[in-house]
Structures are given as structure tokens and as C-alpha cells.
């Protein structure tokens, strides 16, 4: 829809919306989780369960639409940010629809209920569930459809509903034939059906078929619209200078030579994140607020607030290493360390992981328009249940006075599910601010990249410190694990759920499992100034390079094969089937074992389950460059995946790629936000290193075939790349790597 339309439409309030989500997303929309969650708590209080087809997420006449010419829409209940649900949901409903594909276009929804999460009740992306749960809710959105639709016809045709088919796009039987566009307006008045048999799966002509996005040709054109393209009519658009610390205070500005500057319209002060103050400079576009930013005076007050330092951090961090922590609640990481006091070898690592910037090719945007009656927000939000709530809080506006309108986002890996919504909430206080000085009007807040660098939120640093014994044969007798992290959850609501016995779980996501060793696992929670947030895949991200590097060593201490070693570790764990699987079909498709490599490469493997997918990789590295000058090449990657059922083969293939070049960026020297005196010290992609297009390898998927209820492939396929590459890089080396990114030399 056209935005100028859609926005009038929003205003007159003819856009129904509502205020209203894997284990750390669940409640992890900030200190109004209690509001967004309601839906579930009402239901784990003992209330009455509507009944089958009355729920708002099971409803179709709020996903499908169909035009009379037969085109129809879909609307997406995530945000689409690269991973291609918005598609892959809709070739789920579209096959039981059973509408042509070519037919089919995709959309968003908002934050109202009918687009919750239909197992959290909430409105979410994230963890990696969007097809884990709600595969089948868009397959039975499709069959009630259509069900519908035969029921509209049988009833103009005054026939039994039984006598018709719905194929093709038409309804035919009694001699007779409609389109569902001529039908879909009286079918969405028609009774919501109960129950629906869903298709046989081998008769499907859409799922399990690589099918490209929806959306394709337009970014391939350039022609899609992100939330940064957003154009409305007397639109503003603002910058902030931010302070340099974090929490930090403008505590004096001239904006003299600002207004001065052709086109900028106000300089006002607003309140930031984390308690900071800054100054918006607003203008009649961003190039024109970005001079006037730029001729900015401000005086920052950082003195009452801490200034991290990333070389003393580092030093804590290893001092906490060196003692124990708080105790992980898992029995299966309390094993008594008594057997490492007489082991007969033992392994001594320390791991360092950096801060990390989520680092989107889209940097954050936001356009609000603040009416006395109401707020309409247009943005790409992982969130929209939890930033429509947070809106209401700041303007003092009832929640269903608040729209949240969902944008494309061209990335964002957890970065747009801030658990205080910070970029929505400083863009409405920008427009708070405006109106105050007179001007109501749309404007749009523009965070650039030394702004979304240098003043968001990042993957937390972490520190690992492992004491591994062994006996005469290679065996592991105990494992005595530490990690140094921050605390990613935090709040009431947040922290009931998410920390028990003090301790985040997201910290050690993926330790020891599925691997049968003695581990005693704890773990330390330093309080930092520095904002943290998920990032695509969450601790995994650190745990399984630790162990996966640390299972190759432990391989070769006991000189085993690690692929061998591997699969007997996990031989009598029931849970490891679809693991060994994975592993297997990665193995066998790379010719590991059986392929002799080139001189001077060499293999490494790595396997690991997060968000209930596996992923397996064999890869193939070399070194580039004379002596100590050379550095990691990492040339061929064979992939193992286990997702379960796939619904678009194209769509796995694109995770794998995007994740193996994602997670091939973490290993280069300079990947990563360091600070100095409180100040990140990276601003943009001159100094946070990022791969380029000679650097990405030859990538081949493989997929385990199943037909049980898929799971999500958004983020399984990051975690296991990095250590994959640097066992292969010890193998040529002989050095072991106990850091992210690699070492330089």
C-alpha cells in the first residue's frame, strides 16, 4: 500500500490494530511483558480456551485477501529481515489454499493479536521459531480459507458443500465455476471452520519445492522500500547527537550554526536510552539534519557515569575466570570435579569473545506521527507488542491509541528486539519534542553507521576458562567450566523466566550437550556500562566454538578422528539422532576421509544444535602468504543440515550461505567494538572488519530429509562455522585458537 494511503487510513483508525512472545524471546520484550503476554498468562490461570478457529490467530480474513482478479495477499506475522519468512509462510498457506504461486503476494501485519506468536500469545521475531510455530497455524490459515470459500459458493449456488472443489484458484462443481476473488468477500462472512484436514504432503505442489522470494526482483532491482525509504507527506527527518559514553548527558549545547545550516528546521534536546540526554537536530531531509548535527556545540556531563574500558574489562573478566562462579541449574552441568585432581593429562584453555555490533546493512530508522488522539509508528520491529506498549508509556496514550505499521528491515540479527525499544522510544521523543515547539508533524529519526556503530547495543564480550582432565586413554574424567559474560536478560519480568539461581541461561546456551562428559559449569554476571543484546544465534556464539574447538583438542589428545570421536560421544544419547545425522551427511557429501586434499589444506569439522536445528560442517582451509605473514583461508564448506521438514529448500540454502559469510566475519582480525575511556572505538566498516566477495567460499547445503514438523534455520547454521575453520587452522598450524576474531599473526 501506498504509505501517503495507508497513513490517512490510520489516522481515520480504519487499519484494525491492538495492543497486545524459544525460550530467551518469550519474555523478553522489557518490563512490559506483562502486558504483551496477557493472552498466555490468562490461559495458564485455568480461562476457558476459545474454541478451535475463534482465536484472533487462527482467523483468516486477517492474513489472506484476495483481489477479484484472482492476485491475493498474505500477511506475514515476523519481521521479515532477510531470512525470507514473509515467503515461506506463504507458500504454507498457499498450498493449502491451493492458489497458484504466481498468484500469491506476501505483506505485514502489526502488533495486534491476530499477529502473536501462537504459542507465546505475543508478537515476535526471534529464536528462531517463526516456522516452528507457526508452520501449521498458516497451513490451516490456508485450508480454513478455502473451506470458506467452498462454502461461499455453495451457498449462492444453493448446493452441498460436499459437491465442490477448490482448486486452482476456483471453486467448480454443480456445472459451475468461480474464482476465489468473486467469492472471497462473502466467504470471510461465512462461519470460521473448526477443524480442516490438511493436504498429504506428497501432494504438494508448492512446500518442499525451491521457490524464490516474494520480494526478489524488487532488492534485486533496488525497488523494495525499507523503513529508511519511508517518504510521507511534510515529513521531517532528525539526527541526535549522542553522547560518547553510554548513559551520558548533554548537559550544555549551541545550536546557533545548526539553524544556520539551509534546511534544518529545530535543534531541541531529548531524552536518550539508559538515561542519556542528547540534541535532535531536525531538517527537511538526512543529509541536510546531518550538516546541521555536524555544526553542532554540545558539552557531554560524563562524569556520573562508568566509562568502560575494553583492555580493563579484559583483565577483570580473567580474574573472575580464575574462581568460580554462581552454579548453572542443570544437573547435567554439577558433575563433581573430585576425578581432575588425579587426572592423568589435563587441558588448561582460556577463550576471549569481543563485544559485537549487530552491524545491519539497513542502519536503524523510525518514522512517528504523534497526534493528540494517537501515535502511528512506521518501522522494521521484531517487537511491535512490546514497542506499542513501551509508545504508550512515554506519551501517556491508552495502548490501542498506538499503531505499530511493520517495514522490511534489510537486517537486523536481534538488533530491532530491544527489550526497552530504545530507537522507537528516542524517535518519539524527538516528535514529542517537535511538538512541543509547534511543529506536529511526521518525522523520521535516522541513526547513521557510526550511530548504530557507536551507540547501540552489542553482542556481550565473554571470557571462558576450561580445566579439563584426562585418564591414560584420552577419557575425559572431569570438566570444570567458567564463563565471564553480562547478563543479556535483565528486569523483573525478564529475569522470572530467563535467570535462574542468578545465572542467564542464554550465558551457556549449547555447553556440553549432547556430548556425554563430566562437566561443573558456573558462571559470572559483571555488572558493565555497555548495552547488551542478543545477536544473531545468542551464546551460542561462544559456547560452540569453545566446545567444538575443545572436543577436536580432546580428540586429538586421545587420537581418535574427531568426526569418530564425535560419534561416539553422542553414541548412547537418544537426543543426538538428528546430530549424528547432520554429521553424517556433511561428511559423506565432502568426501571426508576419502578425498585426498590439496598440499597444505587441510579439514575441520564442527557440529553443533541450537534453536532445535542442527547443523554439521566439513570444511576445507589454507593458508595464504609466506611464513608468519600467513593468514586463514577458509576455501570449501559441505553442510549438514537437520531441520526437519523443509518448506523452502531455497530459503535453507540462503540461511547456510548468509550464516557461513556472517559467521566467517567473526574470525577476521578486526571484527570487533573495543573501548577506550568509555568511547567505541570502531565507527564504521573502515575499522569493523567485514569479509569481502573474494574472501567467501564454496558453500554446499545438504539437508537430512524428514517429515517431522520443521524447525527454524535463521540462526543453527552461525555457530558451528567458526570453529569448524579453526580446527582446520590448527591442523595446519599446530597452534590451537582460543580466540574470536583469529589472531592476526
Known sequence: MDPERLLARLRRGTVPVDASRRRFVATTVGGLTGLALMPVQARAQGA???????????????????????????????????????????????????????????????QSPAYADPQWGVNTTGGSVSIRHSARQYQELGARARAMLVAAAARRWNVPPASLVAADGRVRGAGRSAGYGELFEAAMREPVPEAVVLKDPSTYRIVGKPTPLTVSRLKASGDQVYGLDLRLPGLLTAVIARPPAFGARAASWDGTKALAVRGVRAVLPVELDRGGRGVAVVGDGYWRAKLGRDALSVAWDTASVERADTEALLAQYRELAARPGALAPEPRLQADLAPLASAARRIEAEYVFPYLSHAAMEPLSCVVDLREDGCT??????????????????????????????????????????????????????????????????????????????????????????????????????????????????????????????????????????????????????????PVLWWRAVGSTHTAFVMETLIDEIAAAAQRDPVEYRLALTADNPRATRYRAALRLAVERSGYGRRTLPAGTAWGVAVHESFDSVVAYVVEARLAGPGADARPVLARVTAGVHCNAVVNPSGVEAQVQGSVLMALATTLPGHEITLKDGEVVQGNFDRFVLPRITDMPQVSVHVVPSTDPPTGMGEPALPPLAPAFANAVSRLTGRRIRALPFPST
Open 377 to 530: 509508528v512506521m518501522t522494521a520491529s521484531q517487537a511491535p507488542g512490546t514497542d506499542a506498549a513501551q509508545v504508550a508509556r512515554v506519551t501517556g496514550l491508552r495502548p490501542e491509541q498506538v499503531r505499530i505499521v511493520v517495514q522490511m528491515a534489510g537486517g537486523s540479527f536481534g538488533r530491532r528486539a530491544s527489550p526497552a525499544s530504545d530507537f522507537v522510544v528516542e524517535s518519539v521523543q524527538v516528535a514529542r519534542a517537535l511538538a512541543a515547539a509547534g511543529r506536529r508533524t511526521p518525522v523520521k529519526v535516522v541513526w547513521s553507521r557510526e550511530d548504530d556503530m557507536r551507540a547501540g547495543y552489542y553482542r556481550p564480550m565473554a571470557v571462558h576458562r576450561a580445566e579439563i582432565g584426562l585418564d591414560e586413554a584420552g577419557r575425559v574424567v572431569a570438566w570444570d567450566h567458567r564463563i565471564v559474560a553480562q547478563r543479556i536478560v535483565a528486569g523483573p519480568s525478564q529475569e522470572a523466566d530467563l535467570v535462574r539461581d542468578a545465572v542467564d541461561a542464554s550465558a551457556f546456551d549449547g555447553m556440553r550437550e549432547p556430548y556425554a562428559l563430566p562437566m561443573r559449569l558456573t558462571v559470572h554476571h559483571p555488572k558493565v556500562n555497555v
Open 48 to 110: 476457558a480456551e476459545p474454541p478451535p478457529g475463534s482465536r484472533p490467530t487462527e482467523r483468516p480474513a486477517a492474513f489472506v485477501s484476495i483481489a477479484r482478479d484472482g492476485t491475493a495477499t498474505v500477511l506475514c506475522n515476523r519481521l521479515d529481515m532477510g531470512q525470507g519468512i514473509e515467503t515461506a509462510l506463504a507458500m504454507l498457506c498457499a498450498e493449502e489454499l491451493d492458489l497458484p504461486w504466481r498468484q500469491v503476494r506476501t505483506g505485514f501485519g502489526d
